[in-house]
């Protein structure tokens, strides 16, 4: 089989993203071996879910892929904590009177790997037609996966669940509209997206409008007041300070004070500047559009998985500073996607593993 490349545009994107991450990993004020090595994974990821993925998987088989490793994984690390113990710094312990998290540095990242377990098996059982048996077991890791996250208490994660399932609710309900073709006109789409974009903008903007900055650091736990203690002093807010570690910064010691920035897109603006934060808009939009554009006369319910990427990035880093599972998910399936329709024929088909079928 010839090797499939995915959309030009996808691929041009991520090379400026990781040109300009190159970039400020050369500015970097921090230590170079710490910061090589967390540049090397976001490169390796990035290179592998881009260009290799999609020569090996069909979307179907990489969802299943992602299930089965991420919930033996989960899994076992749930299994082995009450034996093993793990020694913890300051920053590590930093949320451990907020909730369980196991063999995982905190309970937010535990939570993180649930919720990616969860879209993984809620978009199998949305996309894909399975017999009962299969149905069962995936909906059953589906349960088992919000019953882990639960006793985490981790609220970000929790609320990305609920907004992930209020818009499955809708597809479900107005999904009958998407497939009689009355969206399919480009302009109607497009003019849905942004009314639902701008109902969306005004209420967050007059909600927040109405809150006083005291009350506004309240409802982020005291984060408001530390991102723009932290973002005030970056020289150059353009440029920023140069790559670091997620959650670190030059203003406070994150081993002494226990907490980092929590927020990918302040951390990104304070270690890579407005260049680097719009550059990982484009390519979270790219991501969107990709999607929207599987199986175009159904409802796309591959946006959860951006969406979900999107709403986490609020309170945590963990997804385009330091790759996670949901990294790997998002990469992947939008790579599957951007490949060409006539390139994709004989993996639309689904047979068997995505590895064997790459072998044919």
Known sequence: M???????????????????????????????????????????????????????????NWLRFLTRIYSVLFAVLIILSPYVRVSSTTADAAGADKGLKWLFVHPNVAAMFGMTIFLTSLLLILLYKQNLRWMILTLSVLLASIAAIIPTNARTTEGTIIAVMVIV???????????????????????????????????????????????????????????????????????????????????????????????????????????????????????????????????????IIPIAAFLYGLTETHFWLTPSPLTIAALGISAIISIKPRNMQSFARGRGSGIWIAMK
Do not use: H
């Open 169 to 303: 609710c809708f597809g479900l309900v107005f999904g009958g509209l998407w497939r009689s073709g009355r969206f399919e006109v480009r302009a109607l789409r497009y003019l849905l997206i942004i009314t639902v974009s701008m109902v969306i903008g005004t209420t967050i903007f007059i909600f927040f409008q109405q809150m006083t900055q005291s009350q506004l650091d309240s409802l982020t736990t005291g984060r408001l007041f530390f991102w723009i203690s932290v973002i005030s002093t970056v020289p150059n807010i353009w440029l920023g300070v140069g790559f670091l570690k997620a959650g670190t910064n030059l203003l406070y010691d994150i081993e002494d004070l226990g907490a980092g920035i929590d927020g990918l897109y302040v951390n990104i603006l304070y270690t890579d500047g407005i260049i680097g934060l719009a550059l990982f808009l484009i390519v979270l939009g790219y991501i969107v559009r990709y999607a929207m554009s599987y199986r175009k006369r159904e409802f796309p319910y591959l946006v």
């Open 2 to 60: 010839p090797v499939q490349f995915p959309s030009r545009s996808l691929v041009i994107w991520f090379v400026l993203a990781v040109l300009w991450r190159t970039v400020e990993v050369i500015r970097s004020p921090g230590e170079m071996r710490e910061i090589s090595i967390a540049f090397g994974d976001f490169l390796c990821v990035v290179v592998v879910c881009i260009f290799i993925v999609p020569n090996l998987f069909s979307l179907e």
